[in-house]
C-alpha cells in the first residue's frame, strides 16, 4: 500500500466513522419506522426465525428480510440495543462510499477521495446513515449496481456484470423488486439516450439472471410457503397498492421530490444542478455525431444522469411518497459532480477560467445554511421554530462567516481545487453541533427512550402496558425499548389485570372513563411530550 493509498483509506476511514457511527446512540429510535423495524428483527432474533418477520408475535410482511438480518447480526454481537439497530445502516453507507472510492480510482482517477467524500456528506446520506430502516440497504445494493453495471459497460468484463446481478439481488431483499424495476428503467432510459438499444439485450446475462435467482429468490419462496398471505399483503398491498394509490395516507404534490433531492444533496445541491445542466447540454450537442467507439466520458455522465432522472420521475409519479424512497438517487448527484469536478480540475491545469462569482456565491450559501438550524437544534426540536434574538444572530453570524470563507476561497486563485475542503469544514461543525447541542432534545422530544425508563424506574416488576390515544411513534418506540406490545384502550380491549397506562395530558376525562371501577394513580407527566403514565388496578379490585 502507497503513502497516498494509505492516506485516502485514513481520510475515508475518519469521515465515514464520524459521519456514520460517532454519537449513533446519543439519542433513541425515532418515528414510527425505527424501533418497529429494529422490534421486528429483534423479535425473528429470539424466535431464531430468519424467514418470517414478526411483530408483537404475529407475521409482519411489510418488508423483505436484508435490514432484519443485518440487525439480528449486530444483536448477536453487540446485544439488542438502539446501537445495534442503527449499525446496518451506517455499515451500508460505508460500503457504498468505499465503492464510489474503488470505481473512480479505477475509471475515472484523480478524484476518487472527492467522490468518496463527496457521497459521505450529502445530508441524505448521513441521515439515513444513522436510521434503522431499509433506505440505505437500499440505495447502497442499487447504487453500487449501477456502478459495477457501469464498469462493465466500460471496460467489458464480466466479473462486474455478476457485481451487478448480486446487487440487484440484495435490492431486492433489501426492499423488494423496485430495485431491478429501477435498474432496468435506468438501463433503457441511458440506451435510448445514446442510441444502443441492444445494451438492454447484452444486459441479459442468463448467468448473471442465475446469479439473482439464486440469491434473490429462495427467500421469498420460503416465505410464501410458510405464509400463504405473502403475496397479497407485500407484493399486492405494499408495493402496487402503495404506488399506485394513497392507501397509506402519504400524498405529497408532484413536485414533492424536487425539493427534497435538493436538499438530501446539501451542500452540494449547487454544484450538483451546474453538473447535470452541463453533461445534459453536451450531449444535446453531440447527440448526433458518428463515431465507431463509443465516447465513455460523454456517455458516463449521461449515464449518471439517467440514473438521477429516472429515479427522480418515477418516485414522482408514485401516489405514496416518503424521504427516503428517493435516497438511491442522491449517490448519482454525488458521482455526477465527482466526474464534473475531475474533467474541470484538469481544465483549471490548462488556464481555464475560475469558477464563476455567481456560482461560488450560491455554493456557499447552500453549504453554510445548515449551520443555523444544526446550532439551534434544540430550540427548533422542542419550538419547532428558528428563534429570534441573540441566539439566532451568533448563528447567523457563523454561518455568513463561513459563507464568506468559502465563496472566497472559490473565486480565488485556487477555483474548484479547495472545493471538498471548504465544503466539508461546515459539514463537520453542523454534525458536530447536532451531536453536542441536540441530542438530549431529540431523545426527549422525539424518542420513547426516556419514557421508557422512566416507566421502568416505577416498578418492581414489568407490568402490562397500554396507550391511549398516543401516536403511532410513541407506541412503537415503547414496543422496542420494553420489549412488548402495548395495548390499545382505543380498540376495547383493556387489560383485566394491573397494568400501566400512557395518555397524553389532556386525555384525564377520557381515562377516568375508560377505568370507570378501578383504582388508578397519576405517576408522574411527562413534559417534553405531554403525555401522562398512571398505574392501573386489576378489573374487581376495591376501589
Not at 447527440?287 to 467507439?293: I, L
Not at 458536530?432 to 422512566?454: C, F, H, N, W
Not at 388508578?520 to 376495591?542: E, F, I, M, N, T
Amino acid at each position: 500500500m502507497t503513502t497516498r493509498t494509505r492516506t485516502d483509506v485514513l481520510l475515508i476511514a475518519g469521515f465515514c466513522a464520524f459521519l456514520f457511527f460517532y454519537g449513533m446512540g446519543q439519542f433513541g429510535l425515532i418515528g414510527a419506522d425505527e424501533p418497529r423495524y429494529a422490534q421486528v428483527a429483534r423479535e425473528m432474533f429470539e424466535r431464531h426465525d430468519w424467514i418470517t418477520p414478526v411483530l408483537g408475535g404475529r407475521a409482519w410482511l411489510e418488508k423483505p428480510p436484508l435490514y432484519y438480518w443485518q440487525a439480528m447480526l449486530a444483536y448477536s454481537v453487540l446485544r439488542v440495543n438502539d446501537v445495534a439497530a442503527r449499525v446496518p445502516a451506517a455499515i451500508d453507507a460505508t460500503l457504498l462510499v468505499i465503492a464510489v472510492y474503488l470505481f473512480f480510482r479505477r475509471f475515472r482517477r484523480g478524484v476518487e477521495v472527492d467522490a468518496a467524500l463527496i457521497t459521505a456528506s450529502c445530508a441524505g446520506v448521513i441521515g439515513y446513515a444513522h436510521a434503522a430502516s431499509m433506505d440505505m440497504a437500499l440505495a447502497a445494493t442499487f447504487s453500487i449496481g449501477m456502478l459495477a453495471w457501469w464498469a462493465w459497460r466500460e471496460s467489458g468484463k464480466r466479473i462486474y456484470l455478476a457485481v451487478f446481478y448480486v446487487c440487484m439481488a440484495l435490492g431486492m431483499l433489501a426492499k423488494g423488486p423496485v430495485a431491478p424495476f429501477l435498474a432496468v428503467l435506468v438501463i433503457v432510459l441511458f440506451s435510448v439516450a445514446v442510441g444502443e438499444f441492444r445494451l438492454v439485450l447484452r444486459t441479459l446475462w442468463l448467468p448473471g439472471v442465475f446469479l439473482f435467482c439464486v440469491i434473490a429468490l429462495p427467500w421469498y419462496f420460503a416465505v410464501q410457503i410458510r405464509n400463504p398471505q405473502f403475496f397479497r399483503e407485500f407484493i399486492l398491498q405494499h408495493n402496487l397498492a402503495r404506488f399506485s394509490s394513497d392507501l397509506y395516507h402519504h400524498r405529497q404534490p408532484f413536485w414533492y421530490y424536487l425539493p427534497v433531492t435538493a436538499v438530501a444533496l446539501v451542500p452540494w445541491t449547487v454544484f450538483v444542478i451546474a453538473a447535470f445542466v452541463e453533461s445534459v447540454r453536451v450531449w444535446w450537442a453531440e447527440r448526433k455525431s458518428v463515431s465507431d467507439e463509443p465516447d465513455f466520458e460523454l456517455q458516463f455522465s449521461v449515464f449518471v444522469c439517467c440514473w438521477l432522472v429516472a429515479l427522480v420521475v418515477f418516485f414522482s409519479t408514485s401516489q405514496s411518497k416518503l424521504p427516503g424512497y428517493i435516497l438511491p438517487a442522491i449517490p448519482a448527484g454525488a458521482v455526477l459532480l465527482a466526474d464534473y469536478l475531475r474533467r474541470h480540475l484538469a481544465q483549471e491545469h490548462g488556464g481555464a477560467e475560475p469558477v464563476s462569482k455567481g456560482l461560488a456565491v450560491l455554493h456557499a450559501l447552500v453549504a453554510a445554511a445548515p449551520i443555523v438550524p444544526s446550532v439551534l437544534i434544540a430550540y427548533v426540536v422542542t419550538q419547532h421554530r428558528l428563534p429570534a434574538g441573540r441566539l439566532m444572530y451568533v448563528a447567523l453570524a457563523v454561518a455568513f462567516v463561513l459563507c464568506a470563507a468559502i465563496a472566497l476561497t472559490l473565486a480565488s486563485r485556487w477555483r474548484l481545487r479547495m472545493l471538498r475542503f471548504v465544503t466539508l469544514i461546515p459539514v463537520v461543525l453542523s454534525v458536530a453541533a447536532v451531536l453536542k447541542l441536540g441530542t438530549v432534545s431529540i431523545d426527549q422530544t422525539l424518542s420513547a427512550r426516556p419514557l421508557a425508563l422512566e416507566l421502568s424506574a416505577v416498578e418492581t416488576h414489568q407490568l402490562p402496558l397500554a396507550v391511549y390515544g398516543v401516536s403511532r411513534e410513541m407506541e412503537y418506540g415503547l414496543t422496542f425499548y420494553r420489549n412488548q406490545t402495548p395495548v390499545r384502550y382505543e380498540g376495547g380491549s383493556i387489560p383485566a389485570g394491573e397494568h400501566l397506562l400512557v395518555a397524553p395530558a389532556t386525555w384525564k376525562v377520557k381515562v377516568a372513563q375508560q377505568t370507570s371501577g378501578r383504582r388508578v394513580l397519576l405517576l408522574r407527566h411527562y413534559s417534553p411530550q405531554d403525555v401522562d403514565y398512571y398505574w392501573v388496578s386489576a378489573a374487581g379490585a376495591k376501589p
